[in-house]
DNA sequence: TTGTAGGCGTTATCAC
DNA sequence: GTGATAACGCCTACAA
């Protein structure tokens, strides 16, 4: 049955076949037309299929258009929690660079799972996308080498594997970690406590972990670790354990979280036990929002730049995309430390 | 040229083709394998074309199922701000439900900006996505129209528009400030200034206030309204107009946060000014996030429940999908009022 | 139980 | 200048 008479259904979208019938001329003019290849059809025949395509709201289909180029303009970026700033500060600062360059930018959330980044992983395989941005929920990925096998455009961002394959962006952990060690140190410290979640999980806590020891060490300081679960977080216990370590602050101790939400609670802590800083007890952390500053203008900081990662990624990205090759292996975005008065 | 040599280039995706030649069968009998008519081969048949699946990492390619079914598993989310929590929430909760019942749900933000939430609608018209969740930037949605021909399931979240096309899901906005405002006058405020951003925007705000007044101003309370820019707040003008409203706190005000943002501005101030609340002014705000109270857990607070609105939302849109009607027009998910001591 | 073939909406290579 | 037409990978009557 030939297509130009109307039995169509209500709402079905208009499809470049439409156009072709309307303007009485074949589909391939019409492509040429969209394409912009004004120079190989008549005037008038391009102000006609222009008219009618406005006329039509015709939009042509992205879904045939990627079946046919094997590929879309569409990049996806996997965040390991989205209820973390830092993972929206990387789909902000990607989205800001694609947008500008042409692409869409489509957020999916592993949550923090494992499994679950492992399934989206496998959903996205097959989804025609351009590339995709990861930020691993672990010290590796499962799905690895599925991925490798298709050939998709990757970049990882925050973590790193044992044995890298794709580029990687992450905050100069370590290096930031000895600037934080040595103010310490300088800032006649006694003891150090270091409040994070499970260390050995990521490869950012264990660099940060790592690099304030090593300073503070050096200066002949004691390290202690406490590790807790965020979303079960137990202020009294958290607070109990300082005194005892502290020797209910005798010692004077610099504090450190690891992580924006466990310096939320520091805060929280410091409000409510009332407690005198920075006398003997001084307090620092891992923060990227703005947010916490309104709160307490006079914290002392690690501000990382998420936005900056992920803008970086993108590019770097859109770069493998482009000349299917490599850039860099890994690039470190810096952190910085904002010094105010609780340390 | 037949497909069945091997003349892929590496990292080729396979495709059904691929599995059907491996396993010496047409490609009809691995499309059925695949949709789990197994009753309709030999066992020997589907044994074999299950292994050789497996051995090949064979996924079917989504974007050629969505063009041959004119539809697909995915769900789009526009969000206004990912900065806000509120907006996250919301897509936790859509996911959670969609991801029970086999649905991906994608999130792009339109950034507070309607040029941006305009273009990205445009882009969204042919993606062939099940359905659409969006929480509009302002009371009025532009490319309506096209949407609307488009008949794609569509659902709006936390505004409305004048005329109502699609099914909404909102706070009980008007009902919780009317609560708030009884609440104020219950507790001897004499006055009450509200804290927003433009009131003329969304009808969320337009509710929020009217809700407040008509319970305050049938008590004999005036209320001001103190509208500022969200993103360039000058904290010390605000605290001087405060100042200068209860002529330097000689009259007993209650002063309310329309937003979480706005809310924290507002204890920061309190923190730094160091002014003392509530004997003479009072606070309470809107704020979803559980993080502002592990900083004040005195605060009072009016707390919604985006999250809930998500999930609300996602299986209404399931219901529209499924059963291509409207279930309600409208449905309020309820706030609630937290009462700490700030009030 | 299994295969053939047409079509989903595009793009792009040929022809004319 | 313009139009057929063969893919892209998958689904699904209809045959066999």
């Given at each position: 049955m030939?297509?130009?008479?109307?039995?169509?259904?209500?709402n079905?979208?208009?499809?470049?076949?439409d156009?072709a019938?309307?303007?009485?001329?074949?589909?391939?003019t019409?492509?040429?037309y969209?394409?912009g290849h004004?120079?190989?059809?008549?005037a008038e025949?391009?102000?006609r299929?222009?008219?009618i395509?406005?006329?039509?709201?015709?939009?042509?289909n992205?879904v045939?258009?990627n079946l046919k180029?094997?590929?879309?303009?569409?990049?996806?970026i996997?965040?390991?929690?989205v209820?973390?700033?830092?993972?929206v500060?990387?789909?902000?600062?990607?989205?800001?660079y694609l947008?500008?360059?042409?692409?869409?930018?489509?957020l999916?959330?592993?949550n923090?799972?494992?499994?679950?980044?492992?399934?989206?992983?496998?959903?996205?395989?097959?989804?025609?996308l351009?590339?995709?941005l990861v930020q691993?929920?672990?010290n590796?990925?499962?799905?690895?080498?599925?991925l490798?096998?298709?050939g998709?455009?990757?970049m990882?961002?925050d973590r790193?594997?044992d044995e890298?394959y794709w580029p990687?962006?992450?905050?100069?952990?370590e290096?930031?970690s000895?600037?934080l060690?040595q103010?310490?140190?300088?800032k006649g410290?006694?003891?150090v406590?270091i409040?994070?979640?499970?260390?050995?999980a990521?490869?950012?806590?264990?660099?940060r972990?790592k690099?304030i020891?090593?300073?503070?060490?050096?200066a002949?300081?004691?390290?202690?670790?406490?590790?807790v679960?965020?979303?079960?977080?137990d202020?009294d216990?958290v607070?109990?354990?300082?005194g005892?370590?502290?020797?209910?602050r005798q010692?004077k101790t610099?504090?450190?979280?690891?992580?924006?939400p466990l310096?939320?609670?520091?805060?929280g802590l410091?409000i409510?036990?009332?407690v005198?800083y920075?006398q003997q007890i001084?307090?620092?952390?891992?923060?990227d929002t703005?947010m916490?500053?309104?709160?307490?203008?006079?914290?002392?900081?690690?501000?990382?730049?998420?936005?900056?990662?992920g803008r970086?990624?993108?590019?770097m990205?859109?770069?493998q995309?482009?000349n299917?090759?490599?850039?860099?292996?890994i690039?470190?975005?810096?952190?910085e430390?904002i010094?105010?008065?609780?340390?």
């Open positions: 030939p297509d130009n008479e109307y039995n169509k259904i209500p079905a979208p208009v499809t470049i076949q156009i019938n309307l303007a009485d001329v074949s589909i391939a019409v492509s040429r969209l394409h004004l120079n190989r059809m008549s025949t391009a102000e299929i222009g008219r395509i406005k006329e039509n709201n015709y939009v042509p992205k045939a258009q180029q094997k590929t879309s303009s569409t990049i996806g996997m965040v390991a929690n209820d973390d700033s830092f993972s500060e990387l789909y902000k600062g990607a989205e800001e947008f500008s360059v042409g692409y869409e930018l489509v999916i959330n592993s923090g799972d494992v499994d679950r980044e492992q399934q989206l992983l496998t959903e996205m395989r097959n989804r025609q351009a590339g995709l691993p929920v672990q590796k990925l499962h799905d690895f080498t599925a490798k096998d298709l998709l455009p990757v990882i961002l790193h594997f890298p990687v962006i992450e905050s100069n952990n290096e930031i000895q600037q060690g103010l310490i140190v300088d410290y006694e003891e406590i409040l994070t979640e499970t260390v050995a990521t490869t950012s806590r264990q660099l972990v690099g020891q090593e300073q503070v060490e050096a002949g300081l004691i390290t202690h670790i406490i590790e679960d965020e979303n079960h977080f202020g216990a607070h109990n354990r300082i005892e370590l502290t020797n209910h010692i610099a504090i450190v979280a690891l992580k924006e310096l939320l609670q520091l805060v410091k409510r036990k009332n005198k920075p001084g307090i620092v952390g891992f923060a703005p916490i500053n309104i709160l307490d203008p006079d914290l002392t900081l690690v501000r990382q730049n998420p936005m900056e990662m970086m990624s993108a590019k990205l859109v770069a995309i482009k299917d090759d490599l850039p860099a292996d690039v470190h975005i810096k952190a430390i010094e105010g008065t609780s340390l």
